[in-house]
């Protein structure tokens, strides 16, 4: 069995930093996919660890290049998905992580639907994201009702993934994104699909 | 969150029922479905535990009053879901699993999609199968010949299905299955997707 794709959405605050942290120990081998940004480090976070930190002309010269998987602009900044360590993930039979947004999510299906297994986590209810956000206080009160206005757009779109996670407790959120991880690698990709089916076909005895 | 529903599909002698049973006690509370047919019993099934055996006339009338789920003619004998045991054990936030043909499974994907997961499980080669039916020897050779014809044909439709489990070890097998079963859980339906979505559009604090 090859490598496969979990996607994870969900608003900032829904806890994905932190679900994927507790499970580490208990999903097998995974490569978790950094993003690269054109928007500033927040405070504690590092290039090359929460996102590769970029200027806006190196990425636009990489779309140029093909670099990426899929990139979208999001609160007008560029974030996107570098192939190459993807794909060398994959061929080492490992899953790939994305902690990406809905657009970015469509554009992973589009491209390797066949290896995606997608889940969306979500915060209960608006009050408690916002609580989230306003007591992490990295960021100021626009880019706090900024998120809030794009969780409420971004929720509109869970059914178009497999699973949705409400983390309204930690340790069984966390339970759950096991279960999901350890069943997304279960996925044949379509190739492999492919080859069990001709070897059904052509092996008569 | 409410029940669910699992459908596994795959050749007899794929091992689905040793797999369940080696499962059950680490998927939760369960329903298993028990499909009626019109078939004659093979030595020692029993009615109401292998599958509930009536005459054609009986099935045809339960078609007539719309008490399937979905049925269909395989071999020339009906096989078919009654639908009242699976809406009480839905209710009951049960996870119902079905072990019907890929016929069933489209037919049941197409009235309750949003709720099943779907895993197609296969010995890992052609001739394997044959070995597997020919020693359970239950059935003689041209119905042997008949059910590994089908078999030929059911996997084709294999990328139907979410999940494929290759039963070339039976404790890999059921570990797989486990997996499977306690992710298809975690699916939620349609009506709880839509809640959701409005409880965020209208709680703006």
Same mark, same amino acid.
């Given at each position: ?112 639907? +066949?290896?995606? #297994?997608?889940? /969306? =986590? !979500? ?5 408690? %994201? &916002? ?39 930690? +340790?069984?959120? #966390?339970?759950? /994104? =096991? !279960? ?5 690698? %279960? &996925? ?18």
């Amino acid at each position: 069995m090859g490598g496969a794709i979990l996607v994870l959405s969900g608003p900032s605050g829904a806890g994905k930093s932190t679900i994927i942290h507790k499970s580490e120990t208990y999903i097998g081998e995974y490569y978790f996919s950094i993003s690269t940004t054109t928007r500033l480090p927040r405070e504690g976070e590092e290039n090359g660890v929460d996102y590769y930190f970029v200027s806006k002309e190196e990425f636009e010269e990489d779309i140029k290049a093909g670099q990426f998987l899929e990139y979208a602009t999001v609160h007008g900044n560029y974030y996107g998905t570098s192939l190459k360590p993807v794909a060398k993930a994959l061929s080492e039979n490992k899953l790939v992580i994305f902690d990406i947004d809905i657009q970015g999510h469509r554009l992973v299906e589009a491209k390797m639907g +066949d290896l995606v #297994t997608s889940a /969306f =986590i !979500t915060p209960p209810t608006l009050a408690e %994201l &916002k609580r989230r956000l306003y007591s992490r206080s990295t960021d100021d009160k626009s880019i706090i009702e900024k998120r809030v206005e794009n969780a409420k757009n971004e929720i509109k779109a869970i059914n178009e993934f497999d699973f949705v996670i409400i983390n309204d407790d930690i +340790d069984k959120a #966390t339970e759950e /994104f =096991i !279960t999901i991880a350890n069943a997304s690698r %279960l &996925k044949l990709s379509e190739k492999e699909l492919k080859n069990l089916i001709v070897h059904w076909q052509n092996n008569p005895s």
